[in-house]
């Protein structure tokens, strides 16, 4: 019997499926997320299953030029973060880079951004690795997010030195984690999937004496 092409409300069907079925590292903290995050203070979310791929290409190779080309960009130094859009890659190393997507990026989800890395890629020496559910995703915002890092992050954070835009690997209440200052007050912070709860507590408890009303 003749195969039949799915329909795109098959297609549909079939993508939300893929999305229903994943499950959030940090599922069970959502409560616990809402109840101690501080509107105006410091506030702390999930924001689960974003499109992750890891990116090896030698800088200034015919395959990063192209790899560039699908992504708006390769960054070019330590800390700096590139991209188009809502596509953002940040980097590892001089030829190791993170890219940062939309849920709906992934091709599970019927997103066309990994196949077309690993088709920029070609043969070429290189990597392009669906890394999505090897992390997850906290966002800390507010004019206290940097001061709760300031806890237990290795990193000098003053904005004199870490400035809106850039992102570095690191270490967070001794967890290996990159972090990402995606404004003045807001942070995104990239943990792996296994060490999520543990950071989630760590930030949360971190974050509750700026719930006592002595503190200014």
Not at 65 to 73: C, D, F, I, P
Request: charged share 20%; glycine share 10%.
């Amino acid at each position: 019997m003749a195969e039949t092409a799915a329909s795109p409300t098959s297609a549909k069907t079939n993508a939300e499926k893929n999305l229903a079925a994943r499950v959030s590292p940090a599922r069970q903290l959502a409560e616990e997320f809402a109840a101690g995050s501080l509107a105006g203070t410091v506030e702390i979310s999930e924001v689960p299953f974003l499109t992750m791929v890891g990116l090896r290409a030698l800088a200034g190779s015919a395959a990063a030029e192209r790899l560039a080309g699908v992504t708006g960009g390769l960054p070019a130094g330590s800390g700096a973060v590139a991209g188009s859009g809502d596509v953002s890659v940040l980097w590892l190393g001089p030829a190791e880079f993170l890219v940062v997507a939309p849920t709906e990026a992934h091709e599970s989800l019927g997103g066309d951004l990994i196949p077309a890395l690993r088709d920029a890629l070609g043969g070429d020496a290189g990597q392009v690795v669906d890394l999505s559910a090897n992390r997850t995703t906290f966002e800390l915002t507010g004019p206290r997010a940097r001061a709760v890092l300031e806890k237990g992050c290795s990193l000098d954070l003053h904005p004199r030195v870490f400035k809106a835009g850039t992102a570095f690997s690191t270490e967070i209440a001794n967890i290996p984690a990159i972090l990402w200052k995606t404004g003045d007050e807001s942070f995104r912070i990239f943990p792996r999937a296994s060490f999520a709860e543990f950071l989630g507590r760590w930030l949360l408890d971190a974050m509750r004496e700026y719930a006592s009303p002595e503190v200014p």
